[in-house]
């Protein structure tokens, strides 16, 4: 499904993807960990199209077409999300207006009828009950004053919302409690398909031990340094990033 | 032709002598008053950022024709239309309701008119309101409205000012509310045009408010590309009274507006609310001014400002806390929106205290879309186009919502999506 050869990227002329190659196909999940700095925020960003990321080497395809043409918005229609890692508050525009404008987009782009308001009301309070998110919250900012938690689950709303074909999840654990990543982990273990494919980006294991990862890839110095099944998850659990022989700068977060 | 560097004389000529007496002999003295009145220019304080966008040609001065055509503005409730300011009595449907008179200048008798001339000019500052003061020597059909004590209109009233740009020439529109003891009122102004000859609309409106008063003011400026525009509304507020503006002005060659309030009683409320949207080269200038004159008033301004292209908006807000006026509780928030690298927005708060045990906040902020925000729209699947409307939109959404009238609302907003029509193009 997606294809990465010899990804480079830089920010403001600092290379921090130094050559990225991963497949990744359709049911699978795959989980990409990393200390902090190796790139992996980076490796979203880039794959959702952010254009404060320059791609200055490599390939990436999603079922065979070039995503590195594609628009943001464009890559997003062909099914690419990203649950980003610190969602954007938007006071003004409500999350209900927010969601139904994404929906619609997408099925204008696949030729559907677009949602009325009560369809998509009614679409909406049932997908926010599967992430436990008061229905309250489609009426208020998009993401404004909710949790952290709240954010993240307002996240996997989306994906389930969009039913996309890769989902990225950024970090989606981080600034969770158990009970909340208990339930983000359920929403994105719904998101689990044989058409699709998920791609979790995280520091620590523990997301691992609720969303059971096909693969499991280690990113440092902009690289893949180590790809293993989920044991291997377990084993830097264990012995920590510096027995790969890699720093790892900064773990209080 | 060129700009007149002092006011030509031929301003100040009025066309109808059509007023009762004590009126006619206002417009006379306050003529004779501005013989000598310069033009504003870039070293006039209170017309620094504006003065370039006025251009007077002497063959404006001429009252524009009177003509009839019902508008074309849908509104419920009840309308006074007027033509080039001459009234469209067809058009219109006047309040027929025990305690409230609405009233022309021109119907008044000797004794009413004789109250109205003391009054007229009483609530705004002279000096920071020239053009006011051309009004007053100008005006032919203003509007008297009277709320008797207790009176609540049902409905709102809307005057609709339709300036015909059909010949270079100027109008000179003026109301004047009086609302009785614990009166109610909802007023909506709206000022639109056609045609394409240079026009100069110069308008005052003035609100009086007794007691326990409770008036909103709606004034919605949409007039065309050849419209000067310069309007002045004044409020003065006794105990109790509440005042709610809401203006939604479009930019145009020349937009002014001065809003000053004077809270005057104890327990006075005033709240200001403005949008302002701005494109191409138009330009657009609010100043407000709030007197905080007696102690326990309460005012509360919240203007927005979005320039796109090469256009200019101007906020001047200034809060006066005079020395009596212990325990105010003043609060002013401007916020600007710039789409264009070519865009310029001045925003000016001045803030003058005299009292010690008083609170008075204020806030200034000038930028751009957010990035960050695009990206996350767009990452949904959302177009460019669509997520910068909704971005600018959530700029000015709670302004628009808190407009009580649904007829001002919806036209606000498909002005505003023409707005973003023109400013936002599809990728």
Not at chain 1, 161 to 189: F, M, R
Not at chain 2, 327 to 347: F, P, Q, R, V, Y
Request: overall charge negative.
């Amino acid at each position: 499904m997606l294809s990465i050869k010899n990804l480079h990227a830089s920010v403001e002329g600092k290379e921090i993807l130094k050559g990225i190659n991963l497949e990744i196909k359709a049911g699978e999940v795959h989980a990409i960990m990393g200390p902090n700095g190796s790139g992996k925020s980076t490796l979203s960003q880039v794959l959702a199209g952010n254009e404060a990321f320059e791609v200055t080497e490599g390939e990436v395809t999603l079922n065979g077409d070039n995503l590195l043409d594609l628009e943001t918005e464009e890559r997003a229609r062909e099914g690419i999300f990203l649950a980003f890692q610190y969602p954007v508050e938007i006071p003004g525009v409500s999350n209900l207006q927010f969601l139904r404008t994404a929906v619609n987009a997408m099925r204008k782009h696949r030729g559907e009828e677009e949602m009325n308001a009560a369809e998509f009301m009614k679409l909406a309070k049932e997908v926010s009950k599967q992430v436990d998110l008061d229905p309250a919250f489609l009426k208020r900012g998009v993401n404004e004053g909710f949790s952290g938690g709240e954010k993240k689950r307002n996240e996997i709303m989306q994906a389930l919302l969009l039913q996309p074909k890769l989902a990225i999840l950024d970090e989606t654990d981080s600034g969770l409690d158990i009970d909340a990543l208990q339930v983000v982990s359920n929403g994105v273990n719904a998101l689990r398909a044989e058409d699709r494919a998920i791609l979790m980006v995280t520091h620590y294991q523990r997301l691992l031990n609720h969303i059971v990862p096909d693969y499991v890839h280690v990113l440092a110095g902009g690289r893949i340094v180590k790809s293993g099944g989920r044991e291997l998850a377990l084993e830097l659990e264990e012995k920590g990033y510096g027995w790969l022989g890699i720093k790892d700068e900064d773990t209080s977060n | 032709m060129k700009s007149v560097p002092m006011l030509s004389g031929a301003f100040l000529q009025p066309a109808g002598q059509s007023l009762p007496e004590p009126l006619l002999a206002l417009r006379n003295e306050r003529a004779a008053a501005l013989a000598d009145m310069p033009m504003p220019t870039r070293k006039t304080e209170n017309w620094k950022y504006s003065s370039k966008y006025l251009k007077l040609t002497e063959d404006m001065a001429a009252t524009l024709p009177a003509t009839e055509k019902a508008s074309n503005l849908d509104v419920p409730g009840y309308r006074i239309v007027l033509n080039n300011d001459a009234i469209n009595r067809a058009d219109s449907q006047y309040p027929d309701q025990g305690g409230i008179s609405v009233q022309h200048f021109s119907d008044l008798d000797a004794d009413d008119a004789s109250a109205l001339a003391q009054k007229l000019g009483s609530t705004l500052d002279a000096e920071q309101t020239q053009f006011a003061q051309i009004n007053s020597a100008r005006f032919e059909n203003g509007l008297l409205i009277r709320l008797g004590a207790n009176a609540v209109l049902d409905k709102p009233l809307f005057i609709i000012h339709e300036t015909a740009a059909t010949r270079n020439g100027s109008a000179f529109p003026r109301i004047f509310v009086e609302a009785g003891t614990n009166s109610q009122m909802t007023l909506v102004e709206a000022y639109v045009s056609e045609g394409d000859s240079a026009a100069l609309v110069d308008t005052v409106t003035e609100f009086q408010l007794a007691d326990g008063a409770n008036i909103t003011s709606i004034r919605l400026t949409m007039e065309g590309e050849t419209v000067q525009h310069i309007g002045a509304t004044g409020v003065l507020q006794q105990r109790n009274s509440r005042f709610e503006s809401h203006c939604v002005g479009f930019g145009g060659p020349l937009r002014r507006h001065d809003l000053q309030v004077r809270l005057e009683g104890e327990g006075a409320e005033t709240k200001l609310n403005g949008v302002v949207v701005t494109q191409g080269k138009q330009h657009y200038d609010n100043h407000t001014s709030i007197d905080h004159v007696a102690a326990h008033c309460n005012s509360e301004e919240t203007y927005r400002n979005i320039a796109a292209d090469q256009s200019h908006a101007v906020f001047n807000g200034r809060i006066h806390i005079h020395q009596d006026a212990q325990k105010s509780n003043a609060d002013m928030n401007n916020k600007n929106l710039l789409l264009s690298n070519g865009a310029e927005i001045d925003t000016k708060p001045e803030l003058e205290i005299y009292a010690d045990d008083v609170k008075c906040a204020h806030g200034a902020t000038i930028g751009q879309l957010d990035e960050t925000s695009v990206f996350y729209l767009v990452s949904r699947g959302i177009g460019r186009r669509q997520a910068n409307v909704l971005l600018t939109m959530a700029f000015i959404n709670e302004l628009v919502e808190q407009i009580p009238v649904e007829a001002v609302r919806d036209t606000a907003q498909a002005r505003l999506n023409d707005f973003f029509d023109q400013t936002f193009q599809e990728a």
